[in-house]
């Protein structure tokens, strides 16, 4: 393999101030995604547009709502258009079908696929041209804790979360050239509509949305936004089957 150079390097570009910025939060009319464009209004952002599958459905004043389904890529061929003064892009989209991989339905597994990987792909590929035009600006890619773990009943969320991480880590080497950051947010389950089944611990979404936009303006390649993500992911240079030992006990 070469060595790196200014071109293939993954060193994360530098960090984005939010005040003044433009953002697009992808999924926003709700949970984390209504939580990270406030907090963006709040940081002093110049303009926020708030995409979701019904713009209607948006109602946090201050807010541009945007159409965008991010698997439609006429919406997302419009979106760019509409909204090309962008310099920071939330990846916050994403679905939970709530599925295994070999019992599961198939078409529960590729809707994942569909909405976390390729939508999050589709919608990178289409604002990178304005972000560079802007002088680099930055990507946040909401990812999860589930990246580095598999579950039974939420193996096609896990695997498309993996997938997920692995494009956060490309583009972000990808983007390096044109001076675009590129940060991967990775948290456990959070107390919004998106973890209602789950009856596990969850934690404060307001304390990641703060977290992630924190490294964004930081330059952060990567941010654990708790204390059971860090575990997870120090678990990978580990004998996977203690992680798996202590899933089992409930120890999450």
Request: charged share 20%; net charge negative; glycine share 10%.
């Amino acid at each position: 393999m070469s060595t790196p150079n200014a071109e293939t390097s993954p060193r994360p570009a530098p960090g984005l101030r939010l005040d003044g910025a433009v953002a697009l939060v992808t999924g926003a009319n709700r949970g984390l995604g209504r939580l990270f464009a406030r907090e963006l209004l709040d940081r002093g952002a110049a303009r926020v547009y708030a995409a979701a599958r019904r713009p209607e459905s948006v109602d946090l004043p201050g807010v541009v709502p945007l159409r965008l389904d991010v698997t439609d890529t006429g919406d997302v061929r419009a979106a760019a258009e509409a909204a090309g003064d962008v310099t920071l892009l939330v990846n916050n989209a994403g679905i939970s079908r709530w599925t295994d991989l070999v019992t599961g339905d198939l078409s529960d597994v590729r809707a994942e696929m569909e909405t976390n990987f390729w939508g999050t792909l589709n919608v990178v590929r289409a604002f990178a041209p304005a972000l560079a035009a802007a002088g680099g600006g930055a990507v946040l890619n909401v990812l999860s804790a589930q990246s580095w773990f598999a579950f039974p009943g939420t193996n096609g969320y896990h695997a498309s979360k993996a997938a997920q991480w692995a494009l956060t880590n490309a583009v972000r080497m990808e983007l390096a050239a044109r001076h675009t950051l590129v940060t991967g947010l990775h948290l456990g389950a959070v107390d919004t509509d998106f973890s209602a089944a789950y009856d596990g611990p969850k934690g404060d979404p307001a304390a990641a949305v703060r977290a992630g936009l924190d490294g964004v303006e930081a330059g952060a390649a990567e941010v654990l936004a708790d204390d059971w993500s860090a575990h997870v992911k120090k678990s990978l240079a580990e004998d996977p089957v203690r992680l798996y030992d202590e899933i089992r006990a409930g120890v999450v």
